[in-house]
Nanobody
Framework: VQLQASGGGLVQAGDSLRLSCATSGDTFSDYSLGWFRQSPGKEREFVAAVSRSGNITYYGDFVKGRFTISRDNAKNTVYLQMNGLKPDDTAVYYC????????????????????WGQGTLVTVSS
């Protein structure tokens, strides 16, 4: 499956932004999807993930109710709605896909996702 992330940009602290990740090449509903992010000088970290059915969602601890992941199987697209953005949310955001959604000891690992998009930059100014 191919993934194309979009929707990043420059916003102010407290603003909202919605990222999109369009997929192609395979049956969208066969894949669980996730969002990860990487800030300069930091390792890539898990943001959110959604199961194939959309019934199961997981979030990184830092999200604290500010972000919502959703999927539209009719549009082959997964979204990340981000509210209450903070300067610490500045990062390149990547979408990823895999056949299974796995969480081990409460952690979703990037190594469990086999397909990745190119990333979209989100910059939050203070």
């Amino acid at each position: 499956v191919q993934l194309q992330a979009s929707g990043g940009g420059l916003v102010q602290a407290g603003d909202s932004l919605r990222l999109s990740c369009a997929t192609s090449g395979d049956t969208f509903s066969d894949y669980s999807l996730g969002w990860f992010r990487q800030s300069p000088g930091k390792e890539r970290e898990f943001v959110a993930a959604v199961s194939r059915s959309g019934n199961i969602t997981y979030y990184g601890d830092f999200v604290k109710g500010r972000f919502t992941i959703s999927r539209d199987n009719a549009k082959n697209t997964v979204y990340l709605q981000m509210n209450g953005l903070k300067p610490d949310d500045t990062a390149v955001y990547y979408c990823a896909a895999d056949s299974y959604l796995i969480r081990r000891d409460g952690v979703v690992y990037e190594s469990d996702f086999s397909s990745w998009g190119q990333g979209t930059l989100v910059t939050v100014s203070s």
